[in-house]
């Protein structure tokens, strides 16, 4: 058994047992760390598998902003008050049988693969690949263009960058234009009506929120 | 790729042993140079009675955190309450691995020493993936001690540290964007030499006195005391209304560990600042010959630049006032972020046009 093999069974039995924990827990903020240490177990696949780039980017977006956010509003909710006494919810047959289908779904999609030594595919990961046309000459004489593939071996952020700018570029920047609208609805839904009291009682600062927020409304309904 | 034999592990050791001894000896220099510096600015004398200037006076207060009682609150979370101090400092001791700390040099054997522990292609964003997580220490410690100011603490240290964490990483992409790499490495030798400025001036050619890039400096500085959790910026802990924040409830040992993360943090701090705009290990005007006498000039530099940048987080906590909270954030979100993003564009044309 070689070393990977050893840390690759350690941390992926962590991550499947804590992805658990973080379901099964009662505390939400225990939840939230459990997933924290979800989250850095992949992270450490990730960098196994060859793909240190994409490893500490999901430490720094995933473990480092999104889990923080979530903490910050696990431990607003006052915890205390929560009733406790129930472990399952109503739902659970139907929640059982989503689950159940999320599992066959991909077990049925992902392909079973052999574990190996990370050194394998790390040549794959660090290639950018360019294309270009070229005029070929065929064995009968005709001249031909063709789309040639030329492969570079660089640096694994290289890589990523390369393919999420060229092959991926609509995927990616569809997802971006996805997130900013998610943001701007956040916006528009957090911001709420102020009564007419409310409006007099208030200090300036605020009420420059509320004419943009207007503002943002009537831009929204034209 | 050549193998590895008994000597890089050796010399891997001694890179972790030097950085390692450093880091923690820098928590009670630093307390002292805060004291001192403190009493400096405040025309007082600051601690002088145990040893030559008071020099001792660290080693007398770590003593004093050990011998202290340790107390556990009674609603306290136990196992989150013991382990956010060590969260709080791991991160802190780590990040400095990738940072490189002279030049390097060849050794009698024909091996290149180089002054970095781990010398990854993609050092910055490690860096930042690490010190992202060093807001969990303070967030679990706010929590877990089931205490209504240390909450506040762990709250707003939460918050400050999401939105400075932008501005300081978008500011650090400008420098990445000239050096055109993610290694720290690249970004101190593309540093090296100089440049001459209007025909007039000659200028180490650091990315400070870059016209692309003196703003994504300010950006950085001053997102690193946010960062930090130091004075102008110090929520997480602000004594005047969360009585001591986050570790409001922590005594002996487990205090020490967040107050020596915080000064780590510091160090790691102003060790990038000097990574990434001031050249790091490059001394300016020389160029160092490729020995081991080039390599300790330049430790030597280095270690100036840090210093340096340490006593002005002294200077700062002790002149500048804390901030209000909503100002903290529209300072963060309104003036710096756009600050970091019109500093890439500016790089980008800087590059685009071959200034760069």
């Known amino acids: ?222 | 790729m050549h193998g590895i034999d008994w000597v890089d592990v050796g010399l891997s050791v001694l890179k972790i042993a030097i950085v390692l001894g450093a880091m923690l000896n820098v928590t009670p220099i630093m307390v002292w140079v805060e004291r001192r510096g403190s009493a400096l600015i405040q025309d007082r004398p600051g601690p002088n009675r145990v040893g030559p200037f008071g020099l001792f006076q660290s080693f007398a207060d770590a003593f004093k955190f050990i011998l202290k009682e340790d107390m556990l609150p009674a609603k306290a979370n136990k196992i989150l309450y013991t382990i956010a101090p060590m969260f709080g400092l791991i991160p802190a001791l780590t990040t400095i691995a990738v940072v490189p700390w002279g030049r390097p040099f060849t050794l009698p054997g024909g091996r290149l020493f180089e002054p970095i522990i781990a010398n990854v292609n993609i050092g910055i964003l490690l860096i930042f993936a690490l010190a992202s997580m060093g807001v969990y220490g303070i967030v679990m410690a706010g929590w877990a001690s089931a205490n209504k100011y240390s909450l506040f603490g762990g709250i707003r240290a939460s918050a400050q540290m999401i939105s400075y964490e932008l501005s300081l990483t978008l500011a650090a992409v400008s420098v990445l964007l000239a050096a055109g790499s993610l290694s720290l490495t690249d970004v101190v030798w593309r540093q090296t030499g100089s440049f001459v400025l209007f025909n007039v001036i000659k200028l180490p050619a650091w990315n400070i006195f870059s016209p692309a890039m003196w703003m994504a400096f300010i950006v950085f500085f001053v997102s690193g005391f946010a960062e930090t959790n130091r004075m102008p910026f110090d929520f997480a802990e602000a004594d005047a209304e969360l009585v001591a924040g986050y570790h409001t409830e922590y005594s002996s040992m487990k205090f020490a560990l967040f107050f020596m993360s915080e000064y780590m943090a510091m160090a790691t701090m102003s060790a990038l600042v000097t990574t990434l705009f001031l050249g790091g290990w490059d001394i300016p005007w020389y160029t160092e010959p490729a020995t081991w006498v080039g390599f300790a000039l330049s430790v030597l530099s280095f270690v100036t630049k840090v210093s340096i940048i340490l006593f002005i987080f002294v200077w700062v906590r002790w002149t500048i006032p804390r901030l209000k909270y909503d100002l903290l954030m529209k300072l963060g979100w309104k003036v710096f972020l756009p600050m970091a993003v019109v500093n890439i564009v500016i790089v980008a044309l800087f590059i685009a046009r071959g200034w760069l």
């Open chain 1, 1 to 222: 058994m070689s070393p990977a093999l050893v840390v690759f069974l350690v941390i992926g039995t962590i991550a499947v047992a804590s992805s658990i924990l973080v379901v099964a827990m009662r505390n939400p903020v225990h939840s939230a760390l459990f997933l924290l240490l979800t989250f850095l177990c992949v992270a450490i696949l990730f960098v196994m598998k060859g793909a240190e780039f994409v490893g500490a980017v999901q430490v720094l977006v995933y473990a480092g902003g999104i889990m923080v956010l979530f903490l910050f509003v696990v431990m607003l909710i006052n915890v205390r008050h929560l009733p406790d006494e129930r472990v399952l919810s109503n739902f659970w047959k139907g929640g059982l049988l989503v689950g159940l289908a999320v599992f066959l779904l991909f077990f049925t999609m992902v392909r079973p693969g052999v574990f190996h030594d990370p050194v394998a595919s790390d040549q794959a990961l660090r290639t950018t690949y360019t294309y270009r046309h070229r005029k070929v000459h065929q064995p009968d004489g005709t001249v031909v263009r063709k789309l040639i593939r030329r492969g570079k071996v660089v640096g694994n952020s290289e890589a990523v960058g390369m393919a999420l700018y060229t092959d991926y570029l609509v995927p990616f920047e569809v997802a971006s234009l996805f997130l900013l609208v998610a943001m701007i609805g956040a916006i528009v839904i957090g911001k709420r009506e102020l009564s007419a009291i409310e409006e007099e009682n208030i200090p300036a600062y605020m009420l420059e929120r509320s004419e943009t927020e207007h503002e943002v409304k009537e831009a929204m309904s034209a």
